[in-house]
């Protein structure tokens, strides 16, 4: 799995709406209104991790420019984009750097130009640092989901994100609405048009991220894979059947949000005509592979993954999405058997896999799949309790030491220490490896 040091699609989270950057399925769409010669560059740089040479050149750029200017603006944005992106790539560890600083470049200049002729690329890139933190909480929390409502920290500023875009939507309609009624021609329509379609892609996604926080299946996950068709479907009406480029991501969501609400056949269409592109597109491969593990079409899973990884997965390029696929397959595909050494084995591949993830997708590439992991574990758990079934023959109980430092992990961040360290030192006590053993003490002791 070779990828660049940061990872493309936390790269996509930054918003990209002067950047032009890649994306991936349920990330950004560009809403490119201005251009700036070098602000190419930039993306190269987050590539990199070059995070300090980017922020100084958009820094000094800024400086330089007119500050009711569009450059301005451009490099408002883009300083944002990478603060956002350094945010990411730290996991939320650095002293030195807080995610109030991310938003600072846009805050001061609409706080200076509260009328500044791009106010509103600048609002959206608000939105689009708070849709990134947002998500990250979202995709890195195991918690009690199934045993209870999500937690208010998480749910609430991702109400008032869905609300804060809808709200920007609509002056972007009416700013449009009346340039369109003028019979206006100039290059601000467009602008306007690819920022009206990229602000309905992220309340489309924010939908999807609500259901995130529930149980799949569950009345609060429909209601918000359902919206997120709803919103997905109008803002596809909006845009020529034709015009498959500006389609794609919409399509992608519509798809997700369609096998959420269990609507497979649907949404297996949809995907289809994504995968006629060559190569074929990775987000649309994530979803067929999502969706063949929905129908347990374990094989053909298998075959579609192979065709892809080869028999090497861990040197082959992929997008995180893809991996992510490829990780679910790990942990959903049948056992052969209700041995736990098999059991113990499949735990080591997926150890071994979430490890290949984060050399190519960084630390939050790594969180997300830790995550997926840990809440597979509690789901399994619980159906087993509900059965009556044996742990061991049902449930994907935790025994590799790499998951169990991940589950360890995540009950010091939701402030059970003590669970974390009597959960540790029993391991400790009960693996045969004194190399792992040593670590899991240490662990517990810490």
């Known amino acids: 799995m070779t990828y660049p040091p940061f990872p493309t699609d936390a790269r996509g989270v930054l918003g990209v709406c002067l950047l032009m950057l890649s994306c991936e399925a349920g990330v950004c769409t560009a809403a490119e209104p201005l251009q700036a010669p070098s602000v ?4 190269t740089l987050i590539d990199r991790g070059s995070f300090e040479e980017a922020e100084t050149i958009c820094s000094e750029s800024l400086r330089q420019s007119d500050p009711f200017d569009e450059t301005a603006a451009t490099w408002a944005i883009a300083l944002s984009q990478v603060r956002v992106a350094r945010w990411l790539h730290e996991s939320r560890s650095s002293d030195r750097f ?20 791009r106010r509103l ?47 920007l939507l609509t002056e972007t309609n009416a700013r449009l609405n009346v340039l369109v009624s ?63 480029d500006q389609r794609t991501e919409l399509t992608l969501q519509l798809g997700e949000a369609l096998r959420q609400i269990g609507d497979l056949d649907a949404s ?15 987000e649309a491969m994530a979803l067929r592979i999502r969706l063949l593990l929905d129908r347990e079409l374990w094989d053909q899973a298998d075959a579609k993954l192979h065709d892809h990884y080869g028999d090497n997965p861990a040197s082959t390029t992929a997008s995180t999405s893809l991996d992510l696929a490829r990780l679910r397959w790990l942990l959903q595909r ?31 590439a790594k969180r ?68 792992d053993a040593v670590s899991l003490a240490i662990a517990a002791a810490a």
């Open 98 to 117: 807080t995610f109030a600083e991310t938003t600072e470049p846009v805050d001061d200049l609409l706080a200076r130009y509260p009328d500044h002729a």
């Open 40 to 43: 190419s560059v930039i993306s």
């Open 368 to 435: 997300q799949a830790e995550t997926l992991v840990l809440r597979h574990i509690g789901s399994s758990a619980a159906t087993a309790a509900a059965t009556g079934a044996s742990p061991v023959d049902d449930a994907f109980a935790a025994v590799d030491t790499r998951l169990l430092l991940a589950e360890a992990a995540s009950r010091i961040r939701r402030g059970e220490a003590k669970m974390a360290a009597d959960r540790l030192s029993a391991a400790a006590l009960q693996t045969s490896s004194a190399d």
């Open 334 to 364: 049948p056992r052969e058997s209700s041995s736990r050494r098999l059991d113990e084995t499949r735990q080591r591949e997926v150890a071994d896999w979430i490890e290949a993830i984060a050399a190519g997708g960084g630390a939050f």
């Open 268 to 282: 297996w269409s949809l995907v289809g005509d994504l995968l006629i592109t060559d190569p074929p597109d990775q």
């Open 121 to 167: 690329w600048l609002e959206y890139q608000r939105h689009l640092a708070m849709l990134a933190r947002v998500r990250y909480d979202v995709r890195t929390l195991v918690g009690n989901l199934g045993n209870g409502p999500p937690p208010d920290t998480t749910l609430a500023p991702l109400l008032a994100l869905t609300t804060g875009l809808q709200d």
């Open 182 to 244: 003028a019979n206006a021609r100039d290059k601000l329509v467009d602008d306007l048009i690819r920022l009206r379609r990229a602000i309905a892609a992220r309340i489309v996604e924010s939908f999807l991220l609500r259901g995130e926080l529930f149980p799949e299946r569950s009345d609060d996950h429909l209601a918000a894979a359902d919206q997120a068709v709803v919103a997905a479907r109008s803002a596809l009406a909006s845009i020529p059947a034709n015009a498959s």
